[in-house]
């Protein structure tokens, strides 16, 4: 499978979905680590690629997505953007609302 074909089924595979820099408990970057920090705070479960350690996929997904920069969220095959409309979001309460309603039922719910 080639590298787009992999992003692709990643973000059709997972409705609540980052990219970043490392991983959410070992984030490699301050972006990373404030939009994984803020999509815990959440309470649901999200699935994470880091794009350090696949650089074929840090290097083909900003094309894909036409979004230069990591940490990208990828909520039910939609991007909704980098740390700081993720910290908007998260600010005003909309990120968790955004979670809530991708986060399959199964997982984590309340």
């Known amino acids: 499978m080639d590298t787009l074909e992999n ?3 990643q973000i059709a595979e997972n409705a609540i979905l980052l990219y970043m820099k490392g991983s959410p408990n070992a984030p490699q970057c301050g972006f990373s680590m404030r939009a994984s920090q803020a999509l815990m705070a959440c309470g649901k479960r999200f699935a994470y690629v880091d794009v350090l350690s696949n650089p074929d996929i ?13 940490p990208q969220l990828w909520v039910k095959g939609e991007l909704v953007g980098g740390c700081d409309i993720i910290m908007e979001m998260y600010e005003s309460g909309e990120l968790k609302t955004l979670v809530d309603e991708a986060a399959p039922e199964s997982e984590g719910g309340e």
């Open 7 to 9: 992003i692709k089924q």
């Open 58 to 70: 840090r290097t083909e997904l900003p094309k894909h997505a036409n979004w230069p920069t990591f």
